[in-house]
């Protein structure tokens, strides 16, 4: 099953593309997350998109093309996969689609998260990120230890004000319109209210993948 999620910066894609993916045994494939490990090992990739990931700006097409091609042709994805933040432009939205097609695949569901401005400015405000294993928690300091790994939590930059607030403006220029786009297309966008415990939306997401 191939899962696009959908949502604003701090909805929650991160969290629940994990609950999905263990739940339904899947791989996630959160293009932040590899394009952070990029940024972090300073591959050409990684030094690529640093200045746009800073300032909360979406990094170009091509470079999200080209890791969609290396996870999907991938053989962890032949059972599905769970898109976290994998589609942010219509033709992102559409080369993906080629290039399913061309392995004789399509996308399965997708997820809209849904939250309000003041809750998700709150949630990145509080996060802090495993610098390993990119985990994100909430009241955790810098500096203490990541759960799941030991290394060490950070704060990520574009969780400053100014790149929370110029990511919001991206979302709305760039990424809103993928939703009209998958529902000109046939693919109806399920919205899942974000609001809530972690559990309960899990439980929304599930039923909102239900046939
Ligand atoms: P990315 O890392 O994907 O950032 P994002 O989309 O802005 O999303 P976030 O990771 O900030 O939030 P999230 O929705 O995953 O929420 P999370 O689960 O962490 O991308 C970063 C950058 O990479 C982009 O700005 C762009 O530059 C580049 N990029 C990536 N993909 C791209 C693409 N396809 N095209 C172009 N550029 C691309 O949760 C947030 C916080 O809330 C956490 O602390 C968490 O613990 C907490 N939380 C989660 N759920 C709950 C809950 N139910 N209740 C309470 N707290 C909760």
Known sequence: MIIVLLGPP?????TQADKLAA???VPKIATGDVLRAALRD???RGREAKAYMDRGDLV????????LRDVMSSPAARKG????????????????????AELGRGVDKVLLFDISDDKL??????????EKCQTPYMGREPGTRCEKCGATLIRRKDDEPEAIRNRLKVYRAQTAPVIDWYDEHG?????????????????RALKALEP
């Open 187 to 203: 693919m109806k966008v399920e919205k899942v209210d974000a609001d809530g415990t972690v559990d309960e939306v899990t439980r």
């Open 81 to 100: 996969a769970i898109l976290d933040g994998a589609v942010r432009t219509v033709p992102q939205a559409q080369e993906l689609g080629i290039m399913l």
């Open 121 to 130: 400015t709150e949630r990145l405000g509080g996060r802090t990120v495993c």
């Open 42 to 44: 300073g591959t050409p």
């Open 10 to 14: 701090g909805a929650g894609k991160g």
């Open 23 to 25: 739940r339904l045994g």
């Open 60 to 67: 170009p097409d091509s470079v999200i093309f080209g890791i």
